[in-house]
Each structure stands twice: as C-alpha cells, then as structure tokens.
C-alpha cells in the first residue's frame, strides 16, 4: 500500500469514527461503544467504521 492510500484510509477511517461518534452522542439507542441493533442508521455506522479500522490495522 502507498503512503497515499494509507493517508486516504486513515482519513476515512477517521471521518467514519467521527460520524459515529457524533450520531451515538445523538441517538437513544446507540451507545458509544455499541450500536443498538434496533438503529439501523447506528449500525450501519459502526459497520463502517469497524471495517475501516480493520482494513487500516491490518496495514500498520
């Protein structure tokens, strides 16, 4: 992986964080460590944002 791509996935990786972050500190239901499974738009969030890391983890 370049320096490029490992810059445009951390940045994604960061951004997905972010949104999360900021819809659970919103959300009833979803927790900051825990989407609730009745959140659709939580999970599909948190989905986002476990698979970016994973993919950014599993470069380092």
């Known amino acids: 992986m370049t320096d490029r791509q490992t810059s445009d996935l951390y940045r994604r990786y960061m951004a997905a964080t972010t949104a999360y972050r900021e819809h659970a500190a919103t959300c009833a239901a979803c927790t900051i460590t825990d989407p609730n499974s009745d959140c659709r ?12 890391q994973a993919a950014y983890l599993n470069q380092q």
């Open 41 to 52: 738009e939580g999970e599909r969030l948190y989905e986002s944002f476990s698979t970016l």
